[in-house]
Each structure stands twice: as C-alpha cells, then as structure tokens.
C-alpha cells in the first residue's frame, strides 16, 4: 500500500553506508508493502549511472542498496557526446522500450525523476502517459526545483502540466516550499519530503579517530555539502 500524506522524511543527507544491504531505500521509492502483502515490484527510470549530473550521481550511490524487487531503467544519452541523427532515435527508442518492458514485465510502480523544466517534464510526461495507459501506479521524484520555471509554468503552461503530471499516484520533493507550491497548483495526492545521499568514498580520508579526539566546547562544527 502507498504511504500516508502524513509520511514525512526531513529534508537532510544520508550516506549511503547508513543503509544496510538489501534495505528499502525509501519506502516511497519501493512502495513497501505490509508484511502480509507480496513485495511490489518498481520500474525505476534514471539516467544512465556512468553520465555526470545529480541524478545519475543519487542513483549511483544507491544502487548497491536498491532490494532485489527494484528494476533500473535507464534513459536519456549514452554518451557524453551525441550526434543530431542519433537523438530522435534514442529518444523514441526508449518510449517503445519502456512500453515493452512494462507490458512484458509485472511492475506494480513506476519511479520517475524529472525536474522542474521543460525538457524533463515534456520527457517523463510522457513516461508518465503510457505507465498510466498500462494501469501502472507513478511516483514522480522531482530532483530540482526551478522557481523561474515554475512562474513559466503557472502562466502558460499549468493545464497541460495538471492533465499529465496530477495523474502521479504520489510526489517526492525535497524541500517543504516546493510542496506548497504543487499543493497551491492544486494536487490533491501524497506529497512526501525526501532526501538526498553522499557517496561513502566522500568521507574516506577522513580518519576514523577524528570524531575522538574533539574537546567538549559549546561551538560545534557543520558539514555543509553543496556542488
């Protein structure tokens, strides 16, 4: 069963060695289900994890711990460089796998990781269309969070994006100002606040010792992770 409205994850960063193997990740992402129920298996779309950028990099990070029940997809460009001739065809290439996998397959959800862009959201709408076609539930888990964009959206485009996008079983965001946006565009369905993850080798050269070695004061120290 999907989580309730009340499921709230703080916006935050995990390392990825803080989830034991075989863990759900998120029980968003996994959909996971009560003990009584059969394990749901996902269909989660990403950019291919060799590619530079957020998203990959998340997936990346996570995928050692993904449980067996979880399905990558990969999307968008193989390759760093790609010729105008190959992209229409990859781009439609991977709609017609998509539709295949999901008619052959016995997915129950569909993970999808747009931003708030138009390239992104004309891609996974589409996605989001045919998993919809094929009675499948969609979790949309929206990685960036464009406010230019996003007054774009409300002016010219919020019809269309709530026709396709108000269609998604559930959201993921990661920050609480991003839910209220979608929530005052009018979606009426679970909003959830995820996290994001740092790669362990982040934190190799760090000695383990360090942490013992710190002098009781009242300052503190933060690590603040940005790109």
């Not at 996994?30 to 291919?48: G, W």
Request: glycine letters at 6%; aromatic letters at 10%.
């Amino acid at each position: 069963s999907m989580p309730t409205e009340e499921t709230r994850t703080p916006v935050g960063v995990c390392s990825a060695a803080s989830l034991p193997t075989g863990s759900r990740v998120s029980r968003l992402q996994t959909m996971e289900p009560d003990s009584n129920q059969p394990t749901p298996r996902v269909l989660l779309n990403a950019p291919d994890p060799s590619r530079q950028g957020g998203v990959a990099s998340f997936y990346r990070t996570l995928r050692p711990y993904l449980p067996e029940e979880v399905d990558l997809f990969t999307i968008g460009p193989r390759a760093q460089l790609e010729s105008i001739v190959r992209k229409p065809q990859r781009f439609l290439g991977d709609y017609i796998r998509f539709f295949r996998t999901l008619r052959r397959g016995n997915h129950d959800l569909v993970h999808l990781n747009p931003s708030l862009g138009s390239k992104a959201l004309v891609r996974d709408g589409l996605f989001l269309l045919i998993a919809k076609c094929l009675s499948k539930k969609v979790v949309v888990f929206n990685h960036g969070w464009n406010p230019d964009y996003e007054k774009v959206l409300r002016r010219r485009w919020l019809w269309p994006f709530k026709k396709v996008f108000f269609r998604a079983d559930a959201f993921v965001l990661l920050a609480g100002t991003f839910r209220e946006s979608l929530i005052e565009m009018g979606y009426k369905g679970p909003v959830h606040l995820g996290t994001t993850c740092v790669d362990d080798s982040v934190f190799s050269s760090v000695p383990r010792t360090a942490g013992k070695r710190r002098v009781k004061t009242d300052a503190f120290d933060v690590l603040f992770l940005t790109r």
